[in-house]
């Protein structure tokens, strides 16, 4: 099994200053990256078979994704600021990126074939249905950019909120078996962003059978891997704390069990 921690480091083979592929993670289809775009750089994208979602974390950048393009599309100063924007393209869509003062991007991935000829979208803030999740010490705000109301094939993207001190992702949860409808089949990234940014976040992944059990410490900017388990993160007081979810399977819904042992925290 891959290390659940993925680091950033100096930018590798087509920019990415983070990487994750299913060879290095270990699995079958979640891909993820994160470029940081010096002014008047960009990237171009091209994969015939894998679709992609591209969130802008901050500042802009105008894209081209076939035949369709968009100016100005981002705006915040960092993840904590605002409602995202992201631009949604099918498999065999070539994609070119640029920025004009300099940005930062992450680039979900995730095997497709774009047999229906589904075009090319840009998602806007709005477009984002923001859902508070949770109560108390548990409470975190949710920004669904890519699940299953909007279509793709397989990717399900969304971002999460979490207030110092409380817990997200919590109850634990998992969605580790193809058992429609209770439950489905998702590889998940978590990338994580912390304010302010020396601080740190904690997350566990387990399993039913302990066979996987993991207790990981994550700074700024840092991913952690979920390939199968229950998983839950805790802020620290005093550092707000963002995390961009990347998912896909073999089919393309989002549902999930809770760890029974502490479910019954939601009827409280």
Not at 162 to 167: K, R
Not at 196 to 220: N, T
């Amino acid at each position: 099994m891959a290390d659940l921690l993925v680091r950033p480091g100096a930018p590798g083979p087509g920019g990415a200053v983070l990487s994750v592929t299913p060879e290095s993670a270990g699995w079958s289809y979640v891909g993820f990256e994160v470029h940081r775009l010096a002014a008047r750089e960009g990237r171009a994208i091209r994969h015939a078979e894998r679709e992609h979602c591209v969130v802008v974390l901050a500042g802009s950048v105008d894209v081209v994704a076939g035949s369709e393009s968009w100016h100005g599309v981002g705006g915040r100063a960092d993840p904590f600021d605002g409602l995202p924007h992201a631009v949604y393209a099918p498999a065999g869509v070539p994609l070119e990126i640029a920025t004009v003062q300099g940005a930062e991007i992450a680039i979900a991935s995730a095997p497709a074939t774009n047999s229906d000829r589904r075009p090319p979208s840009l998602i806007s803030p709005d477009d984002i249905d923001v859902e508070v999740r949770g109560r108390g010490p548990f409470e975190r705000r949710i920004h669904p950019i890519l699940m299953d109301d909007r279509p793709a094939e397989s990717l399900l993207v969304v971002e999460v909120i979490t207030p110092a001190g409380h817990w997200s992702s919590f109850p634990p949860h998992k969605h580790d078996r193809d058992d429609p409808p209770t439950e489905s089949l998702l590889e998940e990234t978590y990338y994580h962003r912390i304010k302010p940014p020396h601080g740190f976040g904690l997350q566990r992944v387990y399993s039913d059978d302990g066979d996987l059990d993991e207790a990981v410490g994550f700074a700024d900017g840092d991913v952690v891997l979920v390939p199968r388990g229950y998983h839950t993160v805790s802020a620290p007081p005093g550092y707000d704390l963002y995390y961009l979810n990347v998912m896909a399977g073999p089919v393309r819904r989002w549902a999930m069990v809770d760890d029974p042992a502490h479910a019954w925290l939601k009827s409280t």
